[in-house]
């Protein structure tokens, strides 16, 4: 079962200062309209050529605009052999309602 976690889990853990990646995998025009403060940005499309860029030992968690996307990509990285890798649980989408609603819905 592919782990989730949910954005005020995740606001939680980076306002502990908690080791945690996370990666972007929306579209450019998406992430222009709405972003994750301090994440990394690796298009779907991109990111079999661009794994090279990520650290398997380290805890990922992967988010798109619902979660439908990053999930698909949070099984591709533990398939690679990530270790910790987790899917944020309703994306951006979720972000905005229950974290931060400075960041725009689209």
Same mark, same amino acid.
């Given at each position: 079962?592919?782990?989730?976690?949910?954005?005020p889990e995740l606001k939680q853990r980076l306002d502990r200062g908690d080791d945690v990646v996370v990666l972007d995998v929306r579209?450019?025009?998406?992430?222009?309209l709405a972003q994750?403060?301090?994440s990394i940005h690796i298009p779907l499309t991109e990111?079999?050529?661009? &794994?090279?860029e990520l650290d398997?030992?380290?805890?990922?968690v992967v988010l798109c605009h619902h979660g439908i996307? #990053?999930?698909? !990509?949070?099984?591709? &990285?533990a398939q690679r052999d990530f270790e910790h890798v987790s899917n944020l649980a309703g994306g951006?989408?979720?972000? #905005?309602?229950? !974290?931060?609603?400075?960041?725009?819905?689209?």
């Open positions: 079962m592919l782990a989730a976690i949910s954005p579209e450019p025009e998406e992430v222009a994750v403060p301090g990111l079999p050529g661009r &794994l090279h398997p030992g380290r805890e990922i996307r #990053s999930a698909n !990509v949070a099984a591709f &990285l951006i989408d979720r972000w #905005s309602q229950t !974290v931060d609603p400075g960041v725009p819905r689209y």
